[in-house]
């Protein structure tokens, strides 16, 4: 790998308040992207309208200075971007940042403007990367950004933990098991308890350096692009939010589900048959741990939610 790549698109409010306030503050905490030794590029996608405020406001000069090159680049006004499918736009710029690190044989980090990651983190990802791993994965907890605790989070990861667990936000109700407003797409799956254990299927790739090219893939990085780039065993698992922590603020902008359903294994795993790709089911065999103290505490959560993902894979891959 020669260099790394970093992109992000971000427009509106309250996106773009978000990544200026908080993302590069945390990004460059000391053992995060300036404990990754290796040259450094950056694209951030923006409104048109935006492009001139986010290139002038200190936190991205802090982050143009610790990246060899950094651009800013148009996708349209807002106008224009509030009549386009979110999803569809994001592919397509991740489609664009997968070309160019492919050229550059350039590992790709695509960040999102509404996250925040503990001290350390991104030291986790290049010690993976050091020991051979084309993939890192790994997902987040979702809270209130209106809470003095979101808005200010400490750096260190069993702080940050014990401060959002006072303020996860609702949507994380929808997606704990035992719901009983169980959302109807279950990619991802809480157990809560004295921390939290998450189960999920579409796991985020916070780091690919890709060992196939395919810029062609549908859906968006945590969709069909990470099994076409790179094989299941290039995968590093970064599981304990003692080593990496990312946080997701969301306000006004989630929503309930629309739909919801009972949490149970039949139902999940019809919905696993329609939504989920061969490598998928790998990934939800692997819990993550969320604490602010003793990991040990969540064995038996972690056993319990074994033990409901093995029943919905048995369902899964019965014979018709």
């Known amino acids: 790998m020669k260099e790394l790549h970093l992109a992000c698109l971000v427009w509106g409010e309250p996106y773009t308040s978000w990544f200026l306030e908080r993302h590069p503050p945390s990004l460059l905490l000391p053992n995060n992207l300036p404990a990754w030794n290796v040259t450094k590029r950056a ?31 148009d996708v ?70 209106r809470s003095r605790e979101a808005l200010s989070p400490p750096p260190e ?3 940050m933990v014990r401060a959002s667990l006072d303020c996860l936000h609702p949507m994380m109700h929808h997606i704990t098991w035992g719901s009983p407003s169980f959302t109807t797409y279950p990619s991802s799956i809480f157990w809560n308890g004295a921390g939290l254990v998450l189960r999920c299927w579409h796991l985020q790739p ?19 692009f990470l099994e076409q780039a790179v094989d ?27 739909q919801v359903m009972p949490p149970t294994v039949d139902n999940v795993a019809r919905w696993a048959q329609r939504w989920t790709t061969p490598v998928h089911p790998r990934f939800v065999c692997h819990p993550f ?32």
């Not at 048109?48 to 405020?53: D, K």
């Not at 991205?60 to 200075?65: G, I, V």
């Open 43 to 73: 694209y951030v996608y923006v409104a048109a309208e935006e492009g001139r405020e986010i290139a002038s406001h200190p936190s991205f000069q802090a982050l143009a200075e610790h990246c060899a090159s950094i651009e800013v680049l």
């Open 232 to 258: 299941f065993d290039d995968c590093g698992f970064v599981d304990d939010s003692d080593e990496f922590l990312l946080i997701e603020l969301a306000g006004h902008n989630k929503k309930p589900p629309r």
């Open 76 to 145: 349209g006004s807002l106008a224009e971007l509030s009549k386009l499918n979110i999803h569809g736009l994001m592919a397509a710029c991740q489609r664009l940042t997968v070309k160019r690190a492919w050229e550059s044989d350039a590992g790709l980090v695509w960040i999102y403007p509404d996250t925040v990651f503990s001290n350390g983190s991104f030291a986790t990802v290049a010690r993976h990367a050091a020991l051979g791993k084309r993939a890192v994965v790994a997902f987040g907890i979702c809270v209130e950004a």
């Open 157 to 159: 990861a069993r702080a």
């Open 206 to 224: 916070i780091f690919v350096h890709a060992r196939r090219c395919h810029p062609e893939f549908q859906w968006t990085l945590d969709g069909d």
């Open 289 to 320: 741990v969320f604490h602010s103290g003793d990991a040990g505490v969540l064995a038996p959560l972690v056993e319990e939610s074994r033990a409901i993902i093995d029943e919905i894979l048995s369902r899964l891959h019965a014979p018709a």
